[in-house]
Structures are given as C-alpha cells and as structure tokens.
C-alpha cells in the first residue's frame, strides 16, 4: 500500500482529519501528518501521533533522525499528499511557492501528486484572490476536493465546508491509482514548433506554443508512465520526471523521433513540424539588396508517417490543426498514416488552436469512432487524450 502525507492547517475542520487519518489507515495506507503551527493550536499533534502510530512534524527543523533532512526524505518518501483541511492561508502560500514552514515546503520539495480539500468561511472561499489561487494551482495539476455547502462553524451558510470524509479517502483512492495505470508504459511525445532557418538569424516557424504537448507529457506522468518529451523551441518549463530533448528543426525532430521511437509503446505526435524548409540556408545574413527574394522551399522529411510504418504493436497519435474541413482532412490523415487516434480541431474557432490555454478537440478513432470534445483547458483535453491511448492499449493487450 502507499505512503501518504497528510498536511493539516489551522481550520476549525481540523478535527476532520483524525477521521481522515483513521480512515486511510483502515485502507491499508501508511499516514505520516505535518501540521502547521495554527493547526497545533486546534488539534493537539499528539491525537495524530497516536492515530498513525507515527511522529508528526510541524517545524522545518524539526529534525527527528539525525543525518536526513527530515523535509526532503518525507518528500521522497510520499506517494501522495493530501492537505486537509486547507485554510485560505495555506492554499495561498502553496499556489506562491512559499516554503515557510513543514507543510509548504515539502509540498515544493515533493514529486507526489498533490490534492487538496479546503475548508473556510464562504466569503473567504469565493474571494477572487482565494480562487486566483485555486486556478493557478490547478494548471500546475493540483487536485482539488471541492468544499461543499452547509452552515459554517461561524454560522454563516455557503459553499467552503471540507468535502465529506467518504468523498477525500475515494478521491486518494482514485488519484493513487491513476498514478499506477500507466507504470511501465514508455510514453513519446513531440512538442512545439520546428524553426527552419533561412540565414543565422532568420527562420520559417509558426504559432505552436508547445502547451498542448507539454500537457500531454504532464498527464503521462500523471499516470506513471515513463515520457520522453522531444522539443522545438517554446518558453514553456518542461514538466519534472521527463526525460527532454531538445531540437530546432524538422530534420532534428526527425532523427529524434526516429532514435527513440523504438524504445517508446505509445508516441503521440502533437508538435507542429514545418512540411517544408529552405533548401539553402544562407552562412550569412542576407542584406536588403533587392526588390524580391525568392526563398526555394524543399519537404522535411514525414516525421508520423515514417515511424507509424513501423509501429508493430505500438498506439501511434496524430493531431491534426486545420482550418477548414478539419473532419475530413483528419480522417484522410488518420487512414493515410495508418495511425491509431487523431486528436482535431479546427486552429480558427474562437478558443481553439495556437497559443491558447483551452482547445475544442474531437477525437477520431481507426475503428471510425467520432468523440466530439467540448470546449476544455488544454491540461483536460491533454487527459482525454491519454484516456483514450490508454483505452486502445488494454483492449490490445
Ligand atoms: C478557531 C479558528 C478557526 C479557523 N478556521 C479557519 C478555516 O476553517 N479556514 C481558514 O481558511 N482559516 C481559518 N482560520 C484562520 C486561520 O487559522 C489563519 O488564517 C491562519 O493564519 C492559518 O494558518 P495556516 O494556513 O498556516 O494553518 C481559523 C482560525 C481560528 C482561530
């Protein structure tokens, strides 16, 4: 069974989380809790201590086992943390990156996935700064346990109580095991634009951001696959436990590809790759010295359909960004590559496409199944699309 951390911050639902504790342990699970200061002022650690039969942390330096670095070793050693309760404070000091005491820090110095479930008064709950917080934690994959509504310790009524103890220890159950459901699986993934250069300092890109990749890698990982990212140029930091590889042009994507496809069981191809490049690019900046410049283009080499050739038993993911007949281009392409699942839209619908945080994709299966997607952030589409490659590999397997 796992090992679970579960930080406790200063609500007055701090008692919730004896039972919490209990009833992870009745799971199966090991419980290690770390509390914040104002938590110990509402639940004695001792209660804690004595429900998981370990010591519980609330200082940083706080160092129980001379020579380990207590917070860097309980952050290695979670397979997932839970925070409940989580103030207003705490979620706050988590979406900043604060690392100012027990909780906060391991919570930064660990790889485990993160779910929180918060407790507050309603007015704190759905202030804009509280919820700024949510959602950027949220794009950085943190998993929320919606509070529900009822009547506040305080009295007031609204939405902020800790969500009920049956729905925190289903929500850990599940998140553990999407941790695992993909362990074992070599996940490649393509990203971003390719640069084709035209001199040293000129080149023929377009607006790919990577995001969608990006995401991609992260929802692999979410699921315990192991995922090699191969990366045109984008400013986007690529997520922790990937192994990157970095390229510019079509040509390096290629040979990229081409290396690591062998070793890979799923390849999703979401980069945007240039189809053609400057035949000759020039040694030196080219000067204004003329009226016209005729730029001779030559194809890059088809980086899906040459590997898809050979895919053997590997599921082969295409996307498709069109801008007109987008069902019917992907299905083409779909057939054409032999590929196992294309992921389409259309780059010109309102929310779609290049450098946008949402996209509206439909996904197209090689048995023709049609999956319209509705309108969702990149992050949820990227899960879908993991879904779905996982879905094609369990029925083959
Ligand atoms: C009795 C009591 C109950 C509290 N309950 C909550 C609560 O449910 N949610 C919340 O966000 N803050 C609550 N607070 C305020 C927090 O304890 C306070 O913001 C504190 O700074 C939180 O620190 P922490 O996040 O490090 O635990 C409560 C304070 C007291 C005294």
Partial sequence: MSTLLLGVSGSIAAYRACDIARELIHAGHTVRVVMTRSATRLVSPDTFAALTGNPVVVDVFDEPEPGQIAHIRLAQEADLVLIAPATAHTIARLALGLAD??????????????????????????????????????????????????????GDEGWGKIADTPVIVQAVQQRLQ??????????????????????????????????????????????GAEVTLITGPTSLTPPAGAKVVRVQTAQQMFDAVQAAFDACDVFIAAAAVADYRPERPLPHKRKRNSQHWTLRLVANPDILGTVAQRKGNRIVV??????????????????????????????????????MDTNRLTLI??????????????????????????EILARRS
Wanted: contains cysteine; aromatic residues 6%; charged residues 20%.
């Fill in 178 to 223: 999407q941790a695992q459901d993909l362990k074992g699986v070599h996940v490649l993934i393509t990203a971003g634009p390719t640069y084709e250069p035209i001199d040293p300092v000129r080149f023929i890109g377009n607006r790919s951001s990577g995001k969608m990749g990006y995401a991609i890698a992260e929802a692999a990982l979410a699921h």
């Fill in 318 to 355: 295409g996307f498709a960004a069109e801008t007109d007949k987008a069902l019917q281009h992907a299905q083409e392409k779909l057939k054409r590559k032999g590929l196992d699942l294309i992921a389409v839209n259309n780059v010109l619908e309102p929310g779609s496409g290049f450098e």
């Fill in 365 to 390: 299966y090689a048995d023709g199944r049609i999956e319209p997607l509705p309108l969702m952030s990149k992050r949820e589409c990227a899960n879908r699309v993991i879904q779905a490659a996982r």
């Fill in 101 to 154: 005491d027990m909780l906060t820090t391991i919570a930064l110095a660990t790889r485990a996935p993160i779910l929180i479930a918060p407790a507050m008064n309603p007015a704190m709950w759905s202030h804009p700064a509280t919820q700024a917080h949510v959602q950027s934690l949220r794009a950085r994959g943190v998993v929320f346990i919606e509070p529900t509504y009822g009547v506040m310790a305080c």
